[in-house]
C-alpha cells in the first residue's frame, strides 16, 4: 500500500531527515531513492521560505495536520498538500507525509487572479457602464465610471 500508492509518501524523522519514501514522492521531486534517503526536506525548500515553512511544518509534526509545502525541483515550484501524522518508525519518532500534488490547481488559480484583475483594471478605465446580468435579468455587477452620472442605481438591484 505505501509502495504503490499514487500520491507522494514519505517517511521524515524529527530533523527533517528522509527515512523512507515511495515512488510516487521520488518521482514527484525527481531523485533517485537512494539519494533521497541522504537528502533533508531544507534540500527542497524555495528561496526566501525557509523559517516561515519550516515552522509551521514542526508545529503539525507534534499534532498532525494538512499543510501545503512548496518543493523546489528543476529550479521550478512545485506544491503538495501534505497530511502530517505523527509517527513511530523503527524506534524514531518521524511525521507520515501524505499527499496530493496541486502544482497545477495553483497555478490555475495564480492565472485565473491574474485574468480577474486585468478584467476589473478594464473595465474600472472604461468610460461607460458595463453590468452583467444571471438569466433571470437580476444584475450581477457592475462598473460605473461615475455614479452620479447614472439614471438609476445598479446598487439598488445588486443582490
Not at 30 to 40: A, E, G, I, T, W
Not at 44 to 57: A, R, T
Request: proline fraction near 6%; aromatic fraction near 10%; glycine fraction near 4%.
Amino acid at each position: 500500500m505505501f509502495q504503490n500508492n499514487l500520491n507522494p509518501i514519505a517517511v521524515i524523522d524529527i530533523q527533517g531527515n528522509y527515512i523512507k519514501a515511495n515512488d510516487a514522492f521520488c518521482k514527484f521531486v525527481n531523485v533517485q531513492p537512494q539519494d533521497l534517503l541522504k537528502m533533508n526536506i531544507r534540500n527542497f525548500l524555495p528561496p526566501n521560505q525557509e523559517s516561515v515553512d519550516l515552522e509551521e511544518h514542526f508545529r503539525l509534526w507534534e499534532i498532525g495536520g494538512t499543510i501545503e509545502t512548496p518543493y523546489l525541483v528543476n529550479d521550478e515550484i512545485k506544491t503538495l498538500e501534505l497530511t502530517l501524522t505523527p509517527i513511530k518508525y523503527r524506534g524514531i519518532k518521524c511525521v507520515l507525509g501524505v499527499g496530493r500534488d496541486i502544482t497545477l490547481q495553483k497555478k490555475a488559480y495564480k492565472n485565473l487572479q491574474k485574468s480577474e484583475a486585468r478584467n476589473e483594471s478594464i473595465n474600472k478605465a472604461l468610460p461607460d457602464l458595463i453590468f452583467e446580468m444571471d438569466a433571470k435579468g437580476n444584475f450581477i455587477d457592475y462598473n460605473a465610471p461615475d455614479d452620479n452620472d447614472l439614471l438609476f442605481s445598479p446598487n439598488a438591484f445588486l443582490n
